[in-house]
C-alpha cells in the first residue's frame, strides 16, 4: 500500500467538499487531486513551472480543473495568501519551507499534513510541527528507511 493510499482514510475523516487545501510542493500533486476530484478547493504551489503545470494537467485529465489552482513562487513566499486560509496544508520536498508562514495561513483546528521523502529529514519536520503546538497526536506513516509522513492539527483559537 503506497502513503497515498494510507493517507486517505486520514484526510477522508472529515468531509472534503468545500475544505480549502494547498499543496506546497507540487510532489504531492495526486493526492490534492484526489481531494479536488472529491469536492475540495485546491491550490498547488511550487516553485518549479514545470511541476505546478504537471499538477493542474493532472486535474485537468481526472475532471477537477475548476477546483484548483496553481501559483508560481518559491516554497517560502506565502504571503498571497490571508491569514487562516487553508483548511489542509500538504507539504511535499525538502526543509526549505517558512514555518511560521505556514502557521499564518492554516487555520485554527486544519491539518498539516508532511510528506518527507527523505528519511534523513523527518526529524527537523517533526520538530517545525510541533513547534505549531497541535493539540491532538501525531500519526507517523511510512518506514524510517524511506519515505516519512506526518500530520497534525492546529489548536482551535482560545
Known sequence: MTLDERLKPLLAEEPLPGKRVLVHGCG?????????????????????????????????QAGAARRVKGILAENTVLDMFADYAFDVILLHGGTAFCWDEIARVLRPDGRLVSLVPVAGEAGLHLTRIRELKPERPFWKLGKADGPTLWTARRPGLA
Open 28 to 60: 504531492a500533486a495526486p493526492l490534492g487531486v484526489w481531494m479536488a476530484v472529491e469536492d475540495a478547493e485546491v491550490t498547488f504551489l511550487d516553485a518549479s513551472r514545470q511541476a505546478a503545470d504537471a499538477a493542474l494537467e493532472q486535474a485537468r
